[in-house]
């Protein structure tokens, strides 16, 4: 993915406010963080994903389609394939963060099976001040019980 940093970074810059600089991203990578960049037909990025595993369990760092092809699905597969990576390497829970007021991501994750599990308190810039995250957290050992029958 270091190849396509740059790619990466104007998507993330197009679709969000206050999007991650080079270095957040040239960090998580040195860091040893699971990356993925998803292409179209014509080998143009178009999503990416960034996990961190802790013990056994997957943070979702970054998750991110560009703006033209939001709405098609994309987002939804990018966060099936992170699912599904972390139950290959049999992680019990996956976390996030979403800002509060990014309700069309949090209807994503609750369409997946998260569930909202506490707020973080002024943990996002804004324009004026800081917003609340919604934490948000998928249990795989409850997925795969209900999965199995």
């Not at 703006?67 to 019990?92: K, W, Y």
Request: glycine share 6%.
């Amino acid at each position: 993915m270091q190849q396509d940093i740059a790619e990466v970074i104007a998507i993330e810059k197009s679709a969000t406010a206050f999007p991650w600089s080079e270095k957040n991203f040239e960090d998580s990578l040195k860091s040893g963080h699971h990356a993925w960049v998803y292409f179209d037909d014509l080998d143009e990025i178009i999503g990416f994903a960034l996990v961190q595993k802790v013990v056994d369990e997957m943070h979702l760092l970054n998750i991110c389609v560009k703006p033209r092809e939001q709405g098609q699905g994309l987002g939804r597969a990018i966060l099936d394939h992170v699912i599904n990576f972390a139950n290959s390497i049999s992680a019990v829970l996956i976390v996030l963060e979403v800002r509060r007021s990014n309700q069309r991501a949090q209807q994503l994750y609750l369409q997946s099976g998260f569930n909202e599990m506490s707020v973080r308190k002024d943990y996002y810039p804004t324009e004026v001040g800081r917003e609340d995250a919604v934490l948000m957290g998928l249990d795989l050992g409850l997925v795969s019980l209900f999965s199995d029958k």
